[in-house]
């Protein structure tokens, strides 16, 4: 049973700020985007890698140091959503795992997890728990609402889904105009379960500056 991963690297960094698109900033000597091809590369269980680029950067794809996998480039598009439906298009396996390429610590052990609890639901997502109180706030200010945490999580990538299911998932969200904040989100409208797995506290999204910060103490093995 094949399984493609999709990278998702198609983002304009706007958060992050500086030059250019963040999951080219390096980490350890190379770029976010490798260390994620390497782990899906290293976890022994995807048959190839579709990644998704902006315009303009297939040359910089080319000169990454090879994982051990085909990697096919794709040019994503305006949101995440047409990204991931533009990689989706390339992918060939019969799952397909859709991976941040802004999450650089994702680990061989969680992609495995996804995928076993993909093959056996047809849809699964890292998750983790809420541990904070959550509570709206407007204006610098917090009003009343506060939402029972226990009953919430939060959502990570690889999201694994049976190829063809997802492929149905988007083309439903397009025609009906849907904003889709992940690609569960997706299938879920579709009325589909999905799964969940523990997520892992060390696969951050990189979305900030300080989140490269953290995310080089935790490769480096220091207390965040
Ligand atoms: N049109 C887009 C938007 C996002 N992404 C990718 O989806 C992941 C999660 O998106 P996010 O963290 O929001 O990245 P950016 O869109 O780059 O950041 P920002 O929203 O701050 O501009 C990133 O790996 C990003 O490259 C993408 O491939 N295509
Ligand atoms: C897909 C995601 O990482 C799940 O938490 C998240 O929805 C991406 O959000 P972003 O605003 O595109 O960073």
């Not at 992050?16 to 976890?43: D, E, S």
């Not at 997502?125 to 999580?153: C, G, H, I, M, N």
């Not at 979305?207 to 910060?213: F, M, S, V």
Request: net charge neutral; aromatic share 4%; hydrophobic share 45%.
């Amino acid at each position: 049973m094949s399984a493609s991963a999709v990278i998702l690297a198609a983002g304009a960094g706007t958060r992050f700020g500086g030059a250019g698109n963040k999951v080219w900033a390096l980490l350890a000597g190379q770029p976010l985007l490798w260390h994620g091809l390497a782990a899906f590369a290293a976890c022994g269980a995807v048959d190839e890698i579709v990644v998704v680029i902006r315009s303009g950067d297939e040359e910089r794809l080319a000169s990454l140091p090879q994982v051990g996998l085909p990697l096919h480039g794709v040019v994503g598009g305006e949101r995440r959503a047409d990204s991931a439906w533009a990689g989706l298009s390339r992918a060939g396996g019969e799952y397909v795992l859709v991976h941040d390429g802004a999450r650089p610590l994702v680990t061989p052990s969680l992609i495995q997890r996804v995928l076993a609890a993909t093959r056996y639901h047809g849809a699964a997502v890292p998750v983790l728990p809420v541990a904070d109180t959550v509570r709206r706030a407007r204006d610098q200010f917090l009003k009343s609402e506060t939402l029972d945490r226990r009953d919430w999580v939060l959502i990570q990538t690889p999201q694994g889904f049976r190829r063809d299911l997802l492929l149905t998932a988007y083309a439903e969200a397009h025609h009906h105009g849907r904003e889709l904040p992940d690609d569960a989100a997706a299938v879920l409208s579709l009325g589909h379960p999905v799964a969940t797995v523990p997520g892992d506290p060390a696969n951050l999204k990189v979305t900030r500056p300080e989140d490269l910060t953290l995310a080089k103490r935790i490769l480096a093995g220091s207390t965040p």
